[in-house]
């Protein structure tokens, strides 16, 4: 979407920019002779960045663009959950005191802090002050303290990182019944006010070196402007968005709270805000998918959760592929279940059903494409199998790259074919060991398709971090240590009073992403930060190509269709043009045997390359896609002998036709074929 302003509207935000600035910023002071990286006015005091050297510009000598990617962060997910469950903010106009320190009722000694002792066990009890002292936080187990401080996020930046996607998070059912909140729980509330406080974030560093567009931290929303920022040796930041409710599109006993309308509408709020990737479901179905489980006593409360949201729990199924979903939590959650009304209970699953029942629902299809329509990137952790199958196919008919998974929350069979659609995919900040031995057992597949690799730290988002390997563990960071391209020298992080060493603490907050890159080299050698380098251009090849997708013409919409047979019913038509006439809501239907035939007339020669078949329940198991110049001789395109129904693409070598015939060889159901509609792409 183009906005187009006037001069006048332009010079109008310019100002309000410097007025922003001024009032974010501390005065600058002399700076002169100061290298380009090092701001004219940090904050006094503040924290160290203790990096030394010049951040590397450009690109490769192939043209490439170099460094590591974040696909997954959080910055400002204090603002989410009713604004009291994360504590600490990522910036302060107020100064570094102000912007970590712990909530409130953490004083005086973690008495209150009831989700720090949920998430971490024991009683929550700890050191609440954060500056100067930070006693007991950041920490890897601490699941309630700001990771994120802006300075902390410099020294990633310093390190070579040049990708970082902050997604926008919240979850209105754990802000309503957690004890501590100052605002809403509306969900969109929360995410316009964490996607303006990234753009003010941005204004305040901006302030740092002089004004507007000087900082080194840049939101970007295109791929082109993402490269241009990297090659100034800054970090481009994208926006995302992960939420359980987008658009209000939750549903209470199956039923969808929100309408085509409220997704357009929505989809457009958020373009407009910057967001370029986003979640349809996280946590609890809604009205767009079915979410993938979580296990263990965390599944348990979020299930309770789920009920609360939606009035129904999570139901299972037998999976139909090798994919499946997360084992469901079975084990007791008390403090959530109390929360259940009064003879409502958690119920058991069946050990060997371990699918969600709920897939891509009708609006969740039509999100989806809205989210092509608008050339955004659709993530797919945390949609269940079946609604992830259902994208995949939906993106693989289309031909569309815009397929991201961003934090290792998606079943690994579905690995290969994120690849081959032109998609990104970035592990968990797992501990050093455990990130090494995922990235070995998809290195096959991304040397395959030439592609690097990335990481997602999810700081901020509850999910706990590399715990340390200890000082005396076979190859250890040593510090200071020399960044992957060799430029930069780092050291121990220091903020305050405390200095953290990764070996010892762990990844503590988000300045020690280089030292757990450090890690990783020193556990599984060089090649797998190598990887890790070219992460960065793989995520911009998958954005730009996403960009650049045009939808191809149907050239079967509407065209003459015939068939060997159409089941007939008195109150509607299940004629072969019912198949082509580009209502997903229509089919044609055969009768039920075998050998049935569906034909469509393109009405003149085209190079035809591929043919995307979407099937009712009525589905061929054996199959052939067969083309023809004059309707008379035919030649097999495609066939298969083990389809599954939903939505199959056949793309073949393209040739000359002018008909194209679905010949069914054998059904899959006690019924005959059918279709709701077939598309036919040219090469």
Known sequence: MTTYRTRRHAGFVTLLLLVLAA??????????????????ARPVPDSGINVTGEPFKGTDSAGEVRGFVDAHNHIMSN????????????????????????CPEHYPDGSLAVFDFITNGGDGRHDP??????????????????????????????GGQRVLVNDLVTNGVICSVYFFKDRSCDEMTSIRLQAKLTYDLQVYIDGMYGGPGKGWFRIVTDSAQARDVIAQGKLAVVLGVETSEPFGCKQILDIAQCDRADIDAGLDE????????????????????????????LGTAINVGQFLSTGTFWRTEKCAGPQADNPIGLAAAPRAEKELPEGVAVPSYAEDAQCNVRGLTELGEYAVRGMMQRNMMLEIDHMSVKATGRVLDIFEAESYPGVLSSHSWMDLNWTERLYGLGGFAAQYMNGSEQFVAEAERTRSLRDEHGVGYGYGTDMNGVGGWPAPRGADAPNPVTYPFRSVDGGSVLDRQTTGERTWDLNTDGAAHYGLVPDWIEDIRRVGGQAVV???????????????????????ANLARNARATASSAEWNPFTSYAPGRAVDGDAGTRWASDWSDDQWLGIDLGATHRVGRVTLDWE?????????????????????????????????????????????IAGLKRGTQWGYSLHEVTVHGG
């Open 23 to 40: 009032l974010l910023v501390p005065t600058p002071s002399s700076a002169a002779d100061r290298d380009w990286w090092d701001p004219a």
């Open 79 to 102: 603002e989410a959950f009713g604004g009291r469950l994360i504590c600490g903010k990522a910036f302060s106009g107020k100064g570094i005191a102000d912007a970590l320190k712990d």
């Open 129 to 158: 002050v954060g500056w100067p002292s930070f006693a007991d936080w950041p920490a890897h187990d601490s699941l309630t303290h700001q990771q994120n401080y802006y300075a902390w996020i410099e020294r990633a930046w310093r």
């Open 270 to 297: 958020l373009y407009a805000l910057g967001v370029r990737s986003m979640f349809l479901c996280h946590k609890f179905d809604n009205a767009l998918c079915g979410v993938r489980f979580d296990s263990g006593a």
């Open 530 to 552: 190598d990887d890790l380098f070219r992460g960065a251009e793989s995520y911009l090849d998958t954005w730009g190509a996403s960009e650049r997708h045009r939808a191809g």
């Open 617 to 661: 329940r009525a589905y061929g198991t054996s199959y052939r896609v067969e083309l023809s110049t004059d309707g008379t001789d035919w030649r097999t395109a495609w066939s298969t002998t083990s389809g599954d129904g939903g939505l199959d693409t056949a793309e073949f070598t393209p040739v000359e036709a002018r008909h194209v015939r």
